[in-house]
Structure formats: C-alpha cells, structure tokens
Nanobody, 118 residues
Framework: QVQLVESGGGLVQPGGSQRLSCAASAYILSAGAMGWYRQAPGKQREMVATITSGGSTTYADSVKGRFTISRDNAKNTVHLQMNSLNFEDTAVYYC????????????WGQGTQVTVSS
C-alpha cells in the first residue's frame, strides 16, 4: 500500500506564507509525477501544481508566481511553498502521485486543510 504523508497545513493570515510537504517512497518520487491538488467547499478538486520525475513543473494560473513546487530527493519529499496567500486559497490540499505508463498508478494523500483567514 503506497502512502503519501502530508504535513504543513493550518491557519494563515492573508498575505502570509505556508509550506506543505508530502513524503513518499523513493520509487514513487522517481517513477512518475507528483502534484498538489486542492478542493474548496462546494467546488471540484483542481490541480494546483505538478512536477515530473525530470523536474518539469506546471502551475494553475491562479497560483503562478505565488506557489512553488519542488522535490527533495534526499528526503523523498515534495514541497509546495505558498506565498501571498489569499482567501481563495482556502481548501483541503491533497498530494498526488501519478504514473501513466505501465505499471500505472494514481495515489492520493489524506489531505491537509489550509485556511486563510484574518
């Protein structure tokens, strides 16, 4: 059973910063893409940022220039650095590990709540 262990959620003021972390196995980090998704109340889950095994990144337009996804291969961890947070960033954030080629997989973490509030 693959485990994605998330940490770093919590309450932050508007304009503040927060870093989310997702710990996974070395195989998972090297075999496919990792990503962060989020789901706000009453909304569908949406992609926030992804990073491939080669280090290529993609971002949702709403977070470009504010969020940075990165990999720490030594610690088998993917981070999401979130700066200039605003109320619209409030959501449950999920770590995802995905591989399209055989053997394919699509794993989700348990989610961590990020609340932006004054």
């Amino acid at each position: 059973q693959v485990q994605l262990v998330e940490s770093g959620g919590g309450l932050v003021q508007p304009g503040g910063s927060q870093r989310l972390s997702c710990a996974a196995s070395a195989y998972i980090l090297s075999a496919g893409a990792m990503g962060w998704y989020r789901q706000a109340p009453g909304k569908q889950r949406e992609m926030v940022a992804t990073i491939t095994s080669g280090g290529s990144t993609t971002y949702a337009d709403s977070v470009k220039g504010r969020f940075t996804i990165s990999r720490d291969n030594a610690k088998n961890t993917v981070h999401l650095q979130m700066n200039s947070l605003n109320f619209e960033d409030t959501a449950v954030y999920y770590c995802n590990a995905k591989r399209i080629m055989y053997p394919s997989y699509n794993y989700w973490g348990q989610g961590t709540q990020v609340t932006v509030s004054s």
